[in-house]
């Protein structure tokens, strides 16, 4: 039998949560296993439902969203809990937030039943929900946007290899590890290897926090992709 993937729901508004939970229970390998109102009840039923994947509205009473994907993040028994941030707005300053405190990606509150369900899939398979178009769109925001104590330095990418650097800026680029393989010219297994390699040396949990190393530490500009394999 299929491991369900388990949801938790995070949405002040009850029109939202019954919507989604509609569409992710009609999935035979999703289940909704909580309801939180506010992001105090996020993190507490996080904690206690050991969801897989939270879909967490940004603007919520008490706590709002990005507070509570802090706290959730950084919590080393929640290690394996994804944060999916929805939003109104596919390009938001509070989604730049988002990423910085460890959501693993955004998804459009407006998304079709199909998209709702393969990202839910995506994030709990590990991977960062971020198109190429949007990444461009958020880092380009990310860095005019002052923030204290970056991620990393330039220096801090020495640690890399120069493929798990070059894999580090396809992922920069958007690329799943599928595309990654074909650029690089080896098999989707090395190339998720070298993926999982950069995060551990780079001390991230995420790929989108991989994609913000990229831009921060100057290895990859917006507007110019990186080079072919």
Request: aromatic letters at 2%; charged letters at 25%.
């Amino acid at each position: 039998m299929t491991k369900q993937t388990r949801v938790l729901l995070a949405d002040d508004q009850a029109l939202i949560r019954a919507g989604f939970q509609v569409l992710i229970d009609s999935a035979p390998d999703l289940e909704v296993v909580g309801e939180a109102t506010n992001g105090r009840e996020a993190v507490a039923l996080a904690r206690s439902t050991r969801a897989d994947v939270i879909l967490m509205d940004i603007r919520m009473p008490e706590l709002d969203g990005i507070e509570a994907t802090r706290l959730i993040t950084a919590d080393e028994d929640l290690a394996g809990v994804r944060v999916l941030i929805l939003t109104t707005f596919e390009i938001d300053e509070n989604v730049l937030r988002a990423l910085r405190a460890g959501a693993s990606g955004f998804l459009s509150k407006s998304v079709n039943r199909a998209d709702l369900l393969e990202a839910v899939r995506i994030v709990a398979g590990g991977e960062a929900l971020l198109s190429p178009r949007a990444t461009q769109s958020l880092i380009a925001r990310f860095l005019d946007s002052p923030e204290p104590a970056p991620l990393t330095t330039p220096a801090q990418l020495s640690a890399l290899t120069d493929r798990e650097r070059e894999t580090l800026a396809l992922v920069a680029a958007g690329l799943s590890n599928d595309d990654i393989a074909e650029r690089l010219y080896v098999s989707p297994l090395t190339a998720k290897t070298h993926v999982n390699r950069a995060m551990t040396k780079l001390g991230v949990r995420d790929r989108a926090q991989l994609v913000v190393i990229a831009y921060q530490s100057g290895l990859v500009r917006p507007g110019h992709p990186p080079p072919a394999g």
